[in-house]
T-cell receptor
Framework: QKEVEQDPGPLSVPEGAIVSLNCTYS??????FMWYRQYSRKGPELLMY????GNKEDGRFTAQVDKSSKYISLFIRDSQPSDSATYLC?????????????FGKGTLLTVNP | KAGVTQTPRYLIKTRGQQVTLSCSPI?????VSWYQQTPGQGLQFLFE???????NKGNFPGRFSGRQFSNSRSEMNVSTLELGDSALYLC????????????FGPGTRLTVL
């Protein structure tokens, strides 16, 4: 079983739709959870960074973490064509040898105008 | 504030050669991590440095090595290149010792012929 599972999609939605992206994980040591956006042929861009369980909102983006279910989500409201990209979830532990991010494979999102 | 920079951006090498990639972190960031991204395996952790010390290493052969300098700049080296080393090599920097909130550079795209 992979440490982080992410549905690769592709996911295609009309402009203005609410998008839900999800990851599940198996490592209970993960405490930090991130979402990155990666445009084609570019480096990943940090969108959301959360610690432990709960919700975090930033503009049109909301990140949710449910540690009891080992499940994290990213919601995009009022999606725009410029949101078309690959979305990667990432997570890490605390201290010790956990100075690394473990990534999902990414979900390719297309927002159609 | 300038972001993470990586040089060169593109590189073509032949099997058996060696290559050195360079990364300059965001000013003030002391943690630098390296990742390999391929279509099949996604983003995989190579190693992480903090204050010139390698704190964690991923599951890659010894042909992959790195170092960090006193100004936090980092290099990674791949010796005896193989076709399978063709990938996007990404560098990320982080401010604190936990190294969790990582910001990525644009990557170096390495093609091995």
């Amino acid at each position: 079983q992979k440490e982080v599972e992410q549905d690769p999609g592709p996911l295609s939605v009309p402009e203005g739709a609410i998008v839900s992206l999800n990851c599940t994980y198996s490592n209970s040591a993960f405490q930090y959870f991130m979402w990155y956006r990666q445009y084609s042929r570019k480096g990943p861009e940090l969108l959301m960074y959360t610690y432990s369980s709960g919700n975090k909102e930033d503009g049109r983006f909301t990140a949710q973490v449910d540690k009891s279910s080992k499940y994290i989500s990213l919601f995009i409201r009022d999606s725009q064509p410029s949101d078309s990209a690959t979305y990667l979830c990432a997570m890490s532990g605390v201290g010790g040898s956990n100075y690394k991010l473990t990534f999902g494979k990414g979900t390719l999102l297309t927002v159609n105008p | 504030k300038a972001g993470v920079t990586q040089t060169p951006r593109y590189l073509i090498k032949t099997r058996g050669q060696q290559v050195t990639l360079s990364c300059s972190p965001i000013s003030g960031h002391r943690s630098v991590s390296w990742y390999q991204q391929t279509p099949g395996q996604g983003l995989q952790f190579l190693f992480e440095y903090f204050s010139e010390t390698q704190r964690n290493k991923g599951n890659f052969p010894g042909r992959f090595s790195g170092r960090q300098f006193s100004n936090s700049r980092s290099e990674m080296n791949v010796s005896t290149l193989e076709l399978g080393d063709s990938a996007l090599y990404l560098c990320a920097s982080s401010y604190g010792p936990d190294g969790n909130e990582q910001f990525f550079g644009p990557g170096t795209r390495l093609t091995v012929l």
